[in-house]
């Protein structure tokens, strides 16, 4: 069974720091791009960070600067490293892992966890 599973979420008071995981079970990470997506009430899904294979980042401009993503080959884990977190950081935040090989495709996503930050 493929299944990624997420953690890491919670209530933070703003400026505060979450550290998400994205633990895999049944997939290989390494050969996937890894990408963290969030999605706040009334809001479209918003593309937070991704990595790539050889460990090439990408960051939202809303986040850069703030977030880390990073990735654990060993632990089969990707991380989120939320640091000076804002109220409009509020969300659930999802683990999406992407592999394209010739004519095929397969991605999968976890399941979530909720970020609030808050007074």
């Known amino acids: 069974q493929l299944q990624l599973v997420e953690s890491g979420g919670g209530l933070v008071q703003p400026g505060g720091s979450l550290r998400l995981s994205c633990a895999a079970s049944?997939?290989?990470?390494?050969?996937?791009?890894i990408g963290w997506f969030r999605q706040a009430p009334g809001k479209e899904r918003e593309a937070v960070s991704c990595?790539?294979?050889?460990?090439?980042?990408y960051y939202g401009d809303s986040v850069k600067g703030r977030f880390t993503i990073s990735r654990d080959n060993a632990k089969n884990t990707v991380y989120l490293q939320m640091n000076s977190l804002k109220p409009e950081d509020t969300a659930v935040y999802y683990c999406?892992?992407?592999?394209?090989?010739?004519?095929?495709?397969?991605?999968?996503w976890g399941q979530g966890t909720q970020v609030t930050v808050s007074s």
């Open positions: 999406h892992a992407d592999r394209v090989r010739g004519n095929f495709r397969d991605d999968y």
């Open positions: 049944g997939l290989t990470l390494d050969s996937y791009v």
């Open positions: 990595i790539t294979t050889d460990g090439t980042s």
